[in-house]
């Protein structure tokens, strides 16, 4: 019996991987200094199930801003950091996107790697339907890159909306008192 097929598809898209600092625009790769770029492959649904528990246990949703000509832009940084290299370039191979080494677990001592997707609010889109943990985050994020380019003050105002759902119950309560 075939597995069932998500309408969207998937995204093309390439991977350069970074060591912590570098910027992807001068990045050269840990082994070459090749760019790799996968064809269109097509998700299953259980797939991006999958995908949905890595943004929900390694994943991360990460209020920032970035500054264009001396002006600050809010933006939402959407990543899965884990120890497996070869899990994150599974990642890369069905999304495009960015591997950078981060430093090392400083429990375990291993090296440690950080994926970003290329098109995050495509990204976003297919794993909506699957993400449990981190929903409310998924679904001010994609308000978020759903908006005009120019609308920094509702962008700031999602941003700032993510950055306190990241917040545990335990950091709430302790605020509170």
Known sequence: ?????????TLLG????????????????????????WTKRRINNTELAYIAGLLDGDGHFCPMYSIYNGKEYP???VAI????KDLLEWLAARFGGTIQLKSANPLSKLPCYEWRPKTTKDFLKLLKPYVRIKRR?????????SLPYGSTEKKTRLAEKVRRYNRTPLEDKVQAA
């Open 137 to 145: 985050q998924l679904e001010v994020s994609l308000a978020f890159y």
């Open 14 to 37: 390439s991977v350069k991987i970074l060591r912590c600092g570098q910027s992807a625009g001068k990045a050269r790769t840990m082994e070459s200094s090749e760019t790799y770029t």
């Open 81 to 84: 950091t884990n120890i497996r």
């Open 1 to 9: 019996m075939r597995e069932p097929r998500v309408s969207e598809g």
């Open 75 to 77: 933006c939402i940084r």
